[in-house]
């Protein structure tokens, strides 16, 4: 591990195009990276603005993580934009919050319209008022052909209602004789889910330096690997997004499997780490 931090401590000092080059060189590379976009209204309150303010500033960080991915080559983005729980925030607030991201999907439109960015939305779509669910709506019409990265936002969107939602889907479908219990599988499962047809996150990234992954993509979550940063999301740009993406390349990916130099090279043991008799003699159990 200390020689992946001296190799992060590395690339941290190259310049951005020269980060770019030597991140894309490592390879692999996640298809699908979350942000839990945290820390707008803490970087407001640092510099005695009004929260707004924080949200406004976030929209910088919004363009250069779609930059960098887009840039990268990685095939989803998706950006936690509007929680359920944020319906909770006063009234004014969440007002001003819809009013922003038409704001923003007017004055983004074409940009990435220009880089062939998809825009998707996942969530409780019926929950957003009728001018932003207008809007949201004429922009994904507008960038359905592209096929460039997309831009998943995550909107009127919880993990746990979602998941509810889609045991309501495979309930019906199993009420109406569409699916028997037996062809139940994970697979059809996700069908029901808000994200149903993207790839499962490879990489969830959070801001702000809070430890907890605030009730999203639950479900889909569940071998992603975790990054969280102390830098506030409106201070995050496309250098952090490079050295997570460095971070992620860095990891190995076990899926609850040995790692590949224990599975060559076993515990020592002239026995192989898949002999059956040998687990049940190590671990006492009887036959």
């Given amino acids: 591990m200390a020689a992946d931090r001296e190799d992060l401590k590395e690339l941290s000092a190259l310049d951005t195009e020269a980060l770019y080059e030597a991140v894309r060189d490592r390879g692999g590379l996640p298809r699908h990276v979350a942000v839990i976009m945290d820390g707008n209204g803490r970087w407001a309150r640092r510099r005695y603005l009004p929260r707004v303010a924080g949200h406004r500033a976030g929209r910088h960080a919004v363009r250069a993580c779609v930059t960098a991915a887009g840039r990268m080559g990685l095939e989803a983005l998706t950006l936690y934009t509007f929680s359920q729980e944020n319906f909770n ?15 923003s999907l007017a004055a983004e439109q ?6 062939g960015v998809r ?7 019926g929950q957003l008022p009728e001018a932003a669910r207008s809007r949201l709506q004429t922009v994904v019409d507008s960038l359905a052909n592209n096929t460039g990265l997309i831009l998943n936002l995550a909107l009127a969107y919880g993990g746990r209602q979602e998941i509810l939602h889609a045991s309501l889907v495979l309930a019906e479908r199993l009420r109406s004789g569409d699916l028997a219990p037996g062809e139940v599988t994970e697979e059809i499962f996700a069908q029901g889910l808000y994200t149903a047809g993207l790839p499962d996150p490879d990489l969830v990234i959070r801001t702000s330096g809070e430890n907890r992954l605030s009730n999203f993509l639950l479900w889909q979550s569940a071998y992603a690997e975790l990054l969280v940063t102390p830098t506030l999301w409106p201070d995050f740009r496309e250098r952090q997004f490079l050295l997570a993406l460095a971070d992620y390349q860095g990891r190995e990916r076990r899926f609850g499997a040995l790692p590949e130099a224990e599975r060559a090279a076993g515990d ?12 049940k003699k190590l671990l006492r159990v009887k036959s």
């Avoid at 074409?110 to 880089?115: A, E, P």
């Fill in 89 to 103: 925030r006063p009234a004014p607030e969440v007002k001003a919050l819809w009013a922003f991201l038409e704001e």
């Fill in 110 to 115: 074409g940009d990435l319209n220009r880089r």
């Fill in 119 to 125: 825009l998707l939305a996942s969530g409780d779509l």
């Fill in 268 to 279: 020592g043991d002239s026995a192989s780490v898949w002999d059956a008799r040998r687990w």
